[in-house]
């Protein structure tokens, strides 16, 4: 048995979890989660959940779970181990538990070997000019809405729009297939919610359906068709790596294509309508970034940190441990909360306080094997998104704070009313 991280208490309160559980899910919950994040830390850095597993709200144990190789994501093995496996058979969960955030190795190490480094940084390099066209194109739609009706969404204008945008291009998507995307993408999220009920479950199964038509008929139409896009590379390769079985190939590229542009998109509007609604709520922010534009990484980072796209994620154990002081039989299940790691006072001094000169610590990109693959993509996204937004509006103010889904894993901002 490993020991990992800081010795310190934990509590069987279940009825207090239950309670932070829904004041999470709560309208107030969602708009401002920190109190939550402190009250789940102050239970200890592993508190039990109602329903067995672990929350980790601590900052090192949180790392060592995301970072260290005896934690695993929740594979098909592992649900088949469950007593309650039926739970599991759900469609869009299925669907979701062959991509690579679900995989382990060997099969993670092999496909992500396979795809190298998507976004290294000659593949940003040449796509910031596109980058640059959709945010123009995007920011003069909302200055003609402003013009027109004196307040705009940003959320719904800008930030949803951007990624689609981007991946779209990247993969050779036609525009015209953006909305029906982003359409299943919000309602087959439902599956991967922590606890998902009945209703949410059978949504997410219809939008599964439409999800898998689409992806299926554009690798289809892309096979015949190819060009000199990324889709067709990937097609070329699975192809002559499954010479002899096209239905193996056809999963493979299934699995990816979806993965890679469904994943890219909520997590990475709810970060751009994060940082407008940070930056320009609060005009000091904003004028210290136009007056040293080369803090405007620093802010990204602390945008991240103080309020990550995403709520918790889920891990296992592979063998009998010890996590923070709390004995971990092999198979439990630990639920890794961002937040409350990233307002860990320990590592973040004063953690409440947004400060775009922190250069503090977040692990909102996860770590180890499964670092989010996209994470120079999202803050390439920001980076140039924020630079326009401080260049061409100046006076450009929230009116209202964001409205968010009543979600416990997936943060979606839904609304950011913004005024000049």
Request: glycine letters at 6%; hydrophobic letters at 40%; a neutral charge.
């Amino acid at each position: 048995m490993t020991a990992v991280g800081d010795i310190r208490g934990t509590t069987t309160n279940r009825r207090a979890v239950i309670s932070l559980l829904r004041r999470l899910r709560s309208p107030e919950g969602q708009a401002n989660p920190l109190p939550v994040w402190d009250d789940l830390r102050a239970l200890g850095d592993v508190v039990p959940a109602p329903w067995g597993g672990f929350f980790v709200t601590g900052f090192e144990a949180c790392s060592q779970v995301l970072r260290g190789r005896t934690w695993l994501t929740p594979d098909f093995a592992w649900q088949e181990r469950q007593p309650d496996a039926e739970r599991w058979h759900a469609p869009a969960t299925q669907e979701m538990t062959r991509t690579l955030s679900r995989l382990n190795a060997p099969v993670h190490t092999s496909q992500r070997r396979a795809l190298g480094n998507l976004f290294d940084r000659r593949t940003l390099q040449d796509m910031e000019p596109q980058v640059t066209a959709h945010v123009t194109r995007l920011l003069d739609h909302l200055d003609e809405e402003l013009r027109t009706r004196g307040e705009a969404d940003f959320a719904g204008l800008v930030s949803e729009r951007l990624p689609i945008h981007t991946v779209g291009q990247w993969l050779a998507i036609p525009e015209e297939h953006h909305s029906h995307i982003l359409s299943f993408t919000h309602r087959q999220v439902h599956a991967q919610e922590l606890l998902p009920t009945k209703s949410e479950l059978a949504v997410s199964a219809e939008a599964t359906l439409e999800m898998r038509a689409f992806f299926t008929r554009l690798i289809s139409e892309r096979r015949t068709h190819p060009g000199n896009d990324v889709l067709s590379d990937w097609i070329r390769y699975w192809d002559a790596v499954h010479a002899d079985d096209r239905a193996a190939a056809d999963q493979m590229l299934y699995d990816l294509t979806m993965f890679i542009t469904i994943a890219s998109l909520e997590t990475t509007a709810t970060l751009l309508t994060n940082a407008v609604w940070f930056l320009t709520g609060e005009p000091a922010h904003a004028e210290r970034l136009r007056r040293h534009p080369e803090h405007l990484d620093d802010a990204i980072d602390e945008v991240l940190r103080y309020d990550p796209p995403i709520h918790l994620n889920s891990r296992f154990a592979a063998e009998d441990t010890v996590l923070a002081g709390v004995p971990v039989p092999k198979d439990t299940t630990v639920h890794v909360l961002y937040g409350a790691a990233n307002h860990d006072p320990r590592r973040n001094a004063e953690p409440h306080v947004f400060d775009i000169r922190r250069r503090g610590s977040h692990l909102t990109f996860g770590g180890g094997a499964h670092y989010c693959l996209g994470a120079g993509l999202a803050r390439l996204e920001a980076r140039v998104l924020l630079t326009e937004v401080l260049r061409r509006f100046p006076a450009l103010r929230p009116t209202e704070p964001p409205v968010y889904a009543p979600r416990m894993v997936f943060r979606r901002a839904t609304c950011l009313k913004v005024t000049t």
